[in-house]
């Protein structure tokens, strides 16, 4: 049975989308749960974790828009809030690993296209400036992803994920 639904690769990585149900890994291993943690870095993808079981069953909460100028769209992020497992909501950001996106989305498949993880987000290095954290009395008030409009097509797909694993897909426009 292959429990992996899809992945992509993007410069010589692998990123795997894994849809298990948490039911069927704790009937298996009939083991207590433990939380496993997505990487929050491109250098932590392939660290082996122990794990006992998966939760995919949250759905972060996500509020965004793209807004587009003259040269560039910029992902603005207002809000991301994903509820772990021991049901205790977190500070907005806390629990966001990465974000995949497709610039073209065809209607059909996810194509991944590029990928922020949380270190290259909160970067101050060069070839991070593409992305910025906005501070507000030393709170996280919402990040923002700078993206030159030539990459976009109509329609551009963004895929969150938590620490958890739990993702949440959202489909934007260059137009209004």
Known sequence: M????????LDDTRYYFLK??????????KTPFTKSRQPRS????NDIEEMKGFQFIYTPEVECELVVTKKEAILKVAKFIS??????????????SSIFV???????????????????????K?????????????????????????????????????VYGNDVTVSLSKEK
């Not at 292959?2 to 690769?9: G, S």
């Open 126 to 162: 060069k070839e991070d400036r593409d992305t910025k954290i906005n501070y507000n009395d030393n709170k996280i008030e919402s990040i923002e992803w700078h993206i030159p409009n030539k990459l976009l097509g109509d329609k551009t797909v963004f895929i969150f994920t938590d």
């Open 20 to 29: 298990v149900p948490y039911e069927m890994i704790e009937e298996l291993h």
């Open 83 to 96: 509820d772990p497992l021991n049901g205790i909501v977190s500070d907005n950001f806390l629990t966001l």
């Open 2 to 9: 292959d429990f992996i639904a899809d992945y992509e690769e």
């Open 102 to 124: 497709n610039y073209d989305y065809n209607g059909k498949e996810f194509l991944l296209d590029d990928v922020r993880f949380w270190n290259e987000i909160e970067s101050n």
């Open 42 to 45: 491109k250098d932590d993808v």
